[in-house]
């Protein structure tokens, strides 16, 4: 646990004196580089790495990092590659936003979080991803004893996926839920 905590401590420094310079420049419409883009991705990883008895701290800054890399996609610049990766992130971090969010039983933040995912996911061009999304509504509904809520996001999210892993496992959200 003190492991965890410096590690997130050191995270949350390493944010605040490595990065305003170059998020501040990309912010203001300078070109967004895949340096600063690895690092968003590098921390995100470090971030869902943490231990779950960290997640009181880890969800802020998660949220935060959600809200830089919403904001650079809006006004910074950048490449189509750079682009397609930021757009991952963005519907990575919200799909992980919103599993936070619902593990606290706020399922409408939940909701908002996933049904900006998948556009994010298709932006990205990311369909594994985007199922996977739609999975996690389905999940959801089931959650909440709305079963016929879930046909149709699990429907697509077979329509829309060609990776064997995920089509096998899509299904199975169909029989988990809250008991």
């Known amino acids: 646990m003190t492991f965890s905590a410096l590690a997130l401590a050191a995270l949350a420094a390493q944010w605040a004196t490595w990065e305003p310079d170059r998020l501040t420049t990309a912010l203001n419409g300078k070109s967004v580089d ?6 968003l991705e590098d921390t995100h990883a470090r971030l869902t790495a943490l231990p779950p008895a ?17 904001d650079l996609l809006e ?8 682009g397609r990766r930021l757009h991952a992130l963005a519907a990575t ?12 039983g ?3 933040a939940t909701g908002k979080l996933w049904n900006a995912a998948p556009t994010s996911a298709h932006a990205a061009r990311d ?3 985007g ?13 909440l004893i709305q079963p016929e809520a879930a046909i149709e996001p699990l429907s697509q ?23």
């Open 131 to 143: 199922a996977g999304i739609l999975s996690d509504f389905a999940y959801q509904s089931i959650w």
């Open 93 to 104: 971090l919200a799909s992980a936003c919103g599993w936070h969010h619902f593990d606290q």
């Open 34 to 39: 895949s340096e600063l883009v690895d690092w």
């Open 106 to 108: 706020h399922h409408f």
């Open 75 to 82: 006004y910074g610049c950048y490449t189509e590659p750079v």
């Open 127 to 129: 369909r594994g991803l």
């Open 157 to 179: 999210a077979l329509l829309h996926t060609h990776h064997p892993t995920a089509r096998s496992l899509i299904p199975n959200r169909v029989c988990q839920g809250p008991g």
């Open 54 to 70: 960290q997640r009181q701290h880890t969800a802020k800054l998660m949220s935060a990092q959600l809200e830089t890399v919403t």
